[in-house]
């Protein structure tokens, strides 16, 4: 992705975005606030003006562009409801955590919890329902099912204990 | 106190203002030659020949236009930025130079033919010269061609430009108001570069008093600050001999290098607008339409030459920029419009009447200045608005033309 900045002398700055295909998103920053946003078909092409925004609203919609409002990530309590009760959950293992460094199977995740761990990432890579004699181990993110209650259960599995004294 | 009718009569010239710049955004058209036609038709030429009643050149009238001229040197040398020129140096030197030879070369050649003397073909190719920063950077904005890229082209070669008109006016009012001889000439020329070279030290040295000066919450002060400095200096100059625009644009260009060029920006762009309007008005109120009628050949001739000299040199530049055939042609159409500076010439022109022009040519260069500026502020603006068709037409035989001797991009 290249930014390409030049000055307008006596209006602004502007910004031209490559945003693939060739299209080019085009930001003029007036010296008076004012921003205007247009697009460009290809580097040679005629701008075409999407629209204009005040100084605060370019701000504000800036923010929620970069996500300051709501990032789009699997963080910590990202939860999806498969059905009435029924939630898919992503949980960290953190450093010292109680099952850190233990199979499915020494864990009895299933038989203390009640959760079952459908996934686990580990590093950019799923192992899709991973069997008893897998390792859970530190930074693993484990995609498990359960209810609520269960799932609370769980969580003190996989946290740090001194972290989070419960 | 003023007379009791003075302040309606002020009062009756900013409200025609203000109507007559509605009327202007309306027909998408550039304000100045509707404020002049506004001056024009309320003044003592057109008005007061038909009735009693008719707005005066007053001394507030004057001395507004006086600070119009000020204040639009002012924010020239305050968006004017040495680094940003230094930085695109080799672009906007080769397409800025171009622009200089051919028009004002041009110029020099036309004002030559036209009266047959140097001091008055130096005005001409001034006033030719100098494309309008204001009307082309509004249009630019209005037209939406600020994002493309074309634009880089043009505002560069209108910073260039700006510096050429720096250094032009110190020449200009120096031979102008040096009296006639020589030695007279260069003595003015002397006391003209002492006073450039104290204003040059005072951008140089004296950023940091600037930042100070305008280091205040309020906007008050900052506005008042900026003012009293600004103002000073011009007029300082101005009793010394020198430009007064010239003194405000290197003021300008002092304030431009602290962290305050934005607000001032922000904040004196109101005062600037007013003042210029006043100036605008000025130029009308002091010009007898009936001039026209004998400078109407000038003007015609002068538009005739002109628009291509910058069609020509425009399209040069773009291709300098390595813009192709279509975007180039736009660049040439788009510098086309004559209009602030080329009336800051005419009323220095003005100064020379009887001294080292006779007023006969002084009268003529003036009234040939405001013609001009009127015709070229709307053609410009035109061929900006109907650029499509005009490309769509010139295009392709230029493509037809250039396709064996130039590589397209």
């Known amino acids: 992705m290249t930014v390409y900045e030049s000055d307008l002398p006596g209006v602004g700055k502007k910004f031209e975005i490559e945003i693939g295909d060739g299209e080019r998103l085009v930001i003029v920053t007036h010296n008076t606030g004012k921003r205007e946003v247009f697009l460009k078909a290809s580097e040679g092409a005629d701008s075409e003006k999407l629209f204009e925004l005040p100084d605060r609203l370019a701000r504000t919609i800036g923010t929620i562009l970069e996500g300051a409002y709501f990032q789009p990530v699997q963080s910590e309590q990202v939860e999806t409801m498969l059905a009435e009760g029924t939630f898919l959950e992503w949980y960290n293992v953190d450093d010292g955590a109680e099952i850190a460094g233990q199979t499915l199977a020494d864990a009895r995740v299933r038989e203390r919890t009640g959760v079952s761990v459908a996934a686990i990432e580990r590093s950019g890579s799923v192992v899709p329902s991973p069997r008893a004699d897998t390792v859970m181990e530190v930074g693993d993110t484990l995609v498990v099912i359960g209810s609520q209650e269960d799932l609370h259960e769980f969580d003190v599995l996989v946290s740090n204990d001194a972290a989070s004294p419960e | ?48 020949r038909l009735t009693p009643y008719a707005l005066e050149a007053t001394e507030f009238v004057e001395l507004g ?57 130096f ?77 040059l030290a005072v951008v140089w040295f004296g950023t940091p008093f600037f930042q100070r000066v305008l280091d205040a919450d309020s906007h008050e002060f900052i506005v008042l600050r900026a003012v009293g400095i600004t103002v000073l200096a011009a007029g300082a100059a101005l009793a010394l001999g020198v430009s007064e625009a010239v003194a405000a644009f290197f003021i300008g260009m002092a304030f431009s290098s602290t962290e305050h060029v934005e607000q001032l920006e922000r904040l004196l762009e109101p005062i600037r607008d007013l003042f210029a309007a006043v100036f605008f008005v000025w130029i009308g109120l002091v010009t007898d339409p009936l001039v026209f009628a004998g400078v109407l050949t000038l003007i015609l001739v002068a538009v005739v030459v002109t628009v291509p000299t910058k069609l020509v040199s425009g399209y040069l530049g773009g291709r300098m920029y390595d813009l192709d055939i279509r975007q180039s042609t736009r660049v040439g159409l788009g510098m086309t419009t004559r209009g602030e500076f080329s009336l800051i010439i005419a009323t220095l022109a003005l100064s020379g009447s009887g001294t080292t022009l006779t007023e006969t040519v002084a009268q003529t260069i003036y009234a040939f200045a405001v013609g001009y500026v009127l015709v070229m502020s709307i053609v410009g603006t035109m061929l900006m608005q109907y650029s499509t068709p005009i490309e769509e037409a010139i295009v392709p035989r230029l493509s037809k033309v250039f396709s064996d001797s130039s590589v397209e991009n």
Request: charged share 10%.
């Open chain 2, 65 to 121: 236009a006086e600070l119009g001229i000020v204040f639009l040197l002012f924010f020239l040398g305050l968006e004017f930025n040495l680094n940003r020129l230094l930085a695109n140096r080799s672009r906007i030197g080769k397409a800025g130079t171009v622009d200089l030879v051919v028009n004002f070369g041009g110029g020099l050649v036309l004002g030559f033919v036209l009266f047959r003397a140097f001091l008055p073909a």
């Open chain 2, 1 to 48: 106190m003023a007379s009791e009718v003075a302040l309606f009569e002020v009062g009756v010239l900013f409200a025609a203002v203000a109507l007559v710049g509605g009327i202007a955004s309306r027909l998408r058209q550039s304000v100045i030659p509707f404020y002049i036609a506004t001056g024009i038709l309320l003044g003592p030429y057109v008005v007061g």
């Open chain 2, 123 to 199: 005005l001409v190719a001034g006033i030719v010269y100098i494309s309008s920063s204001a009307i082309i950077t509004k249009s630019l904005i209005d037209l939406g061609w600020i994002a493309n890229d074309e634009a880089e082209p043009m505002l560069g070669t209108l910073v260039y430009e700006d510096l050429v008109i720096a250094v032009y006016l110190v020449v200009a009012s120096a031979l102008l108001l040096g009296g006639g001889d020589i030695g007279a000439a260069a003595q003015s020329i002397g006391v003209a570069l002492g006073v450039i070279l104290v204003l």
